[in-house]
T-cell receptor, first 113, second 110 residues
Framework: EPEVTQTPSHQVTQMGQEVILRCVPI?????FYWYRQILGQKVEFLVS????????KSEIFDDQFSVERPDGSNFTLKIRSTKLEDSAMYFC???????????FGPGTRLLVL | RKEVEQDPGPFNVPEGATVAFNCTYS??????FFWYRQDCRKEPKLLMS???SGNEDGRFTAQLNRASQYISLLIRDSKLSDSATYLC???????????FGKGTRLSVIA
């Protein structure tokens, strides 16, 4: 069964460093999302991406964040200058069409020291 | 008021028990409703969609009351493998993002 994959599974970084989280959505999917989950908290939406552009973003998704789909298969989330409070699990998700089920990747656990 | 509210639990039940989870949502424009399951340190996985007429999938029954903005999940004959956090999730429409509740933790004990 096709699945969303994410790399790396874990990343430890120093405050102020840039990180890039990578996702490979399911191949025929058209809508892509990033969510995050701080330990013990709920899953929160960051950004959605469709037709090579951001379709919606939350207030969490400030200027430090950016997304890209550089080559038609990867979907990346970049955090330019990480803060301690960026420590969380970051999930990528994709869906084949509007209103269809979103499938989540296994997540990247980011720890900012 | 939180967009999606759930009783955090934990619910500790013996194997074979029936357990019910409740959820309320604040946005009356919500159109799609789901229960996801999340195991510790894993991604959310769709358990079932929730339809207005109510729906059942094996031991799991979901109900939706749009007038009360209330969703429920009933698990019958609980198994040890049902131990997880159950996330109530709503969606406004189309490709809008999912809105998650904080989840209700279930522990099924032998």
């Amino acid at each position: 069964e096709p699945e969303v994959t994410q790399t790396p599974s874990h990343q430890v970084t120093q405050m102020g460093q840039e990180v890039i989280l990578r996702c490979v959505p399911i191949s025929n999917h058209l809508y892509f999302y990033w969510y995050r989950q701080i330990l013990g908290q709920k899953v929160e939406f960051l950004v959605s991406f469709y037709n090579n552009e951001i379709s919606e973003k939350s207030e969490i998704f400030d200027d430090q964040f950016s997304v890209e789909r550089p080559d038609g298969s990867n979907f990346t989330l970049k955090i330019r200058s990480t803060k301690l409070e960026d420590s969380a699990m970051y999930f990528c998700a994709s869906r084949v069409g509007a209103g269809k089920t979103q499938y989540f990747g296994p997540g990247t656990r980011l720890l900012v020291l | 008021r939180k967009e999606v509210e759930q009783d955090p639990g934990p619910f500790n039940v013996p194997e074979g028990a029936t357990v019910a989870f409740n959820c309320t949502y604040s946005n009356s424009a919500s159109q799609s409703f789901f229960w996801y399951r999340q195991d510790c340190r894993k991604e959310p996985k769709l358990l079932m969609s929730v339809y207005s007429s109510g729906n059942e999938d094996g031991r799991f029954t979901a109900q939706l009351n749009r007038a009360s903005q209330y969703i429920s999940l009933l698990i019958r004959d609980s198994k040890l493998s049902d131990s997880a956090t159950y996330l109530c999730v709503v969606n406004k429409a189309g490709n809008t993002p999912l809105v998650f509740g904080k989840g209700t933790r279930l522990s099924v004990i032998a």
